[in-house]
């Protein structure tokens, strides 16, 4: 994942907006290295102390959506 901090902003707050559309678009904008270690991402946010509830919530939100559509598997378009 080689991006500038405002793509990084922009990726994250669309991960973990609670939107579904906003989620898999932004999830969909990765390569297949970058959805692993987002996917690895959002899990430790979500089962991790030290976050804070809302970030996890948020975490576990997205990795819902995501499993929901089976995109942690494979690229596929909302």
């Not at 609670?18 to 959002?42: C, P, W, Y």
């Amino acid at each position: 994942m080689n991006q500038s901090r405002d793509e990084l902003e922009a990726l994250w707050d669309g991960l973990l907006s609670r939107q579904e559309e906003l989620m898999i678009k932004a999830f969909n904008s990765l390569d297949e290295e970058g959805k692993a270690a987002v996917m690895t991402h959002l899990n430790r946010m979500a089962t991790e102390m030290g976050w804070h509830p809302e970030q996890a919530a948020s975490a576990k939100s997205a990795l819902d959506i995501l499993k929901k559509h089976d995109l942690s598997k494979r690229p596929t378009s909302f």
